[in-house]
T-cell receptor, first 108, second 115 residues
Framework: GQNIDQPTEMTATEGAIVQINCTYQ??????LFWYQQHAGEAPTFLSY??LDGLEEKGRFSSFLSRSKGYSYLLLKELQMKDSASYLC?????????WGAGTKLIIKP | SAVISQKPSRDICQRGTSLTIQCQVD?????MFWYRQQPGQSLTLIAT?????????ESGFVIDKFPISRPNLTFSTLTVSNMSPEDSSIYLC????????????FGDGTRLSIL
């Protein structure tokens, strides 16, 4: 079967760093996407990993280990506007698999 | 990335009626998808809209309840038929450009409430 495991909710402080972990089990793995979704809005694309390693994009970085079925999203210099849900979406046979995401709460 | 216009943005409908949601893209795209997302839940794929042929539905979704059209490479509609309160949800259109590793991009969604 296919499964995605992320923490349901995390809390962090403005200006700090937070790491959101994701483990997955899928067949026909092609790559892994991270999306951000603010409450009541559509998801927006953040990053894509297909090879092992770290992809850095400004304040956001994403890491993938294919052999471990593991990824994380690292957010630096947190801002209040980063309060949102973060969705880990592995791609299986070119179809995205969606979990419920991690709700990130930023406190001043 | 493609610009996706989805409408209506929200609606309140009576039980038993039907509503058609439109999704317009500013460029030709191969793949168009329709999702449903209930509050606090993950995205659930309803179907893949195929240009020139019948949509491909996921388990638990049927054409009679969610008929889909895809007349060309830039436009699709989803109809929610014979609505009940359980159909209250956000409905999202997304598109994917061709080529490996391309992300899906989403329209702003349609917030549907059934009375």
């Amino acid at each position: 079967g296919q499964n995605i495991d992320q923490p349901t909710e995390m809390t962090a402080t403005e200006g700090a760093i937070v790491q959101i972990n994701c483990t997955y089990q899928t067949s026909g793995f092609n790559g892994l996407f991270w999306y951000q979704q603010h409450a009541g809005e559509a998801p927006t694309f953040l990053s894509y990993n297909v090879l092992d390693g770290l992809e850095e994009k400004g304040r956001f970085s994403s890491f993938l280990s294919r052999s471990k079925g593991y990824s994380y999203l690292l957010l630096k210099e947190l801002q209040m506007k980063d309060s949102a849900s973060y969705l880990c979406a592995p791609q299986s046979n070119y179809q995205l698999i969606w979990g419920a995401g991690t709700k990130l709460i930023i406190k001043p | 990335s493609a610009v996706i216009s989805q409408k209506p943005s929200r609606d309140i409908c009576q039980r038993g009626t039907s509503l058609t949601i439109q999704c317009q893209v500013d460029s030709q795209v191969t793949m168009m998808f329709w999702y449903r997302q209930q509050p606090g839940q993950s995205l659930t794929l309803i179907a893949t809209a195929n240009q020139g042929s019948e949509a491909t539905y996921e388990s638990g979704f049927v054409i009679d309840k969610f008929p889909i059209s895809r007349p060309n490479l830039t436009f699709s509609t989803l109809t929610v038929s014979n609505m009940s309160p359980e159909d209250s949800s956000i409905y999202l259109c997304s598109v994917e450009s061709p080529g490996g590793g391309q992300p899906q991009h989403f329209g702003d969604g349609t917030r549907l409430s059934i009375l």
